[in-house]
């Protein structure tokens, strides 16, 4: 019996298993992927029997298939318009005999970056549709392997710069859902497929929707930000790499900065959205958000960084408190002063009548006209 099938009948608690939704056979980051192992213990009205499936699809050469080998993944260079010829090994680790469909199909990312493949039921549009399977369906007896031939034929069109995908080993199950209903789980592991098409190459990373929520702090040197950007990879190449974020206040004041993060590789057209949390970011008005991304070498050729800004509003709560505390204490102060100065009942915008004013009534004497000063008398009230 092959070493690998004793392994795996026995090795039930790392077991996985890959349904059909989510579909993708994600394994290590050199596109060697683990074997599918589904162990169950039945008990056909005697002694339990433990039912084993457990298959690994593999590059043709393959020292190991459940681990990096000599050959992790089918990788090409080639011209378009070129074929390329290339066989797979199936492997039955399982005690059972299985039936698999074996196809190709298109990689892309996940919305966190990581590698991904389209459902068994979608039809592929771009390297999948290369790849010709010598036989789609095969069945495999317990402990034992079969090795297909594939071809690759790259159009005369085929555009340069990288197309990914993946050949796959699928098995289908039936199981009982949480309701009770039976549904159908698409179970599949496989190798991943890398080909280069030769011509131009434009490795091309950019930073897109950088937005920043400022969380202000009594403390104006104290607040923090949360800063959410798409990494996204324009170009025609695989690229991965870093980033980094800082944020400051205007011209650089109270810069902070985080270390520089690694993110996952990014297919053509691939992207990825990040968040981070930057503490102690003053409150200067205005925080200016900077964004900067190193890409990883290709081909031992360096690629040049680049970086993105983006600016949000950062109030000074301390300052504007203590603005608005003095207004109201200005505002007490007048208020009281208009007060004091109207007097009891009395009202301020009237004019203060003066104790020492007079108030000369002019009377007629002897005859004498109304007014005339050389005959009146004045008279004091």
């Known amino acids: 019996m092959h070493r690998k099938f004793r392994r795996a009948a026995s090795a039930t608690l790392l077991s996985i298993l890959i349904a059909a939704p989510a579909g993708s056979a994600v394994g290590q980051t050199d596109g060697s992927e683990p074997p599918v192992t589904i162990a169950e213990q039945i008990e056909p009205g005697g002694a339990p029997v433990e039912i084993v499936h457990s298959w690994a699809l593999a590059p043709e050469g393959s020292s190991d298939p459940a681990e990096a080998g000599n050959r992790p993944s089918l990788s090409y260079t080639a011209d378009a318009g070129t074929v390329v010829e290339d066989a797979v090994t199936l492997y039955n680790f399982g005690n059972q005999q299985l039936t698999f469909r074996v196809y190709a199909t298109d990689a892309f990312n996940s919305p966190e970056g990581g590698f991904d493949l389209l459902p068994g039921s979608e039809e592929p549009t771009d390297v999948g549709t290369w790849v010709e399977v010598a036989q789609e369906f095969v069945t495999v007896p317990p402990g034992e392997q079969i090795t297909l031939p594939i071809t690759i034929n790259i159009p005369d069109g085929a555009t340069p710069g990288d197309h990914t995908g993946a050949i796959l080993a699928a ?211």
């Not at 890398?194 to 009594?218: I, K, Q």
């Not at 810069?255 to 690694?262: N, R, S, V």
């Not at 204490?329 to 009548?353: K, M, T, W, Y």
């Open 171 to 381: 098995n289908e199950a039936q199981s009982t859902g949480p309701d009770g209903d039976t549904v159908v789980l698409d179970r599949r592991t496989g190798t991943r497929l890398f080909l280069r098409v030769n011509g131009p190459l434009n490795p091309e990373l950019a930073v897109e929707d950088v937005s920043t929520d400022y969380d202000p702090s009594v403390n104006p040197l104290a607040g923090s930000a949360q800063v959410t950007y798409t990494i996204a990879n324009r170009g025609n190449v695989r690229l991965s790499g870093s980033s980094n974020v800082s944020v400051s206040g205007p011209f650089g004041l109270g810069e902070q900065t985080l270390p520089a993060t690694d993110f996952p590789e990014l297919l053509p057209g691939g992207s990825i959205t990040v968040t981070a949390d930057v503490e102690d970011v003053p409150a200067f008005g205005v925080a200016v958000t900077t964004v900067r991304l190193e890409p990883d070498s290709i081909d031992d050729e360096e690629l040049g960084g680049s970086s993105t800004r983006g600016l949000t509003f950062a109030p000074p709560i301390a300052v504007i408190l203590g603005l608005i505390a003095f207004a109201l204490v200005l505002f007490g102060l007048r208020a009281f002063r208009r007060h004091r100065s109207a007097g009891p009942g009395g009202d301020s915008n009237d004019e203060p009548i003066s104790a020492a004013s007079d108030t000369i009534d002019v009377i007629e004497v002897d005859g004498a006209e109304r007014g005339d000063p050389a005959h009146a008398e004045p008279q004091r009230t």
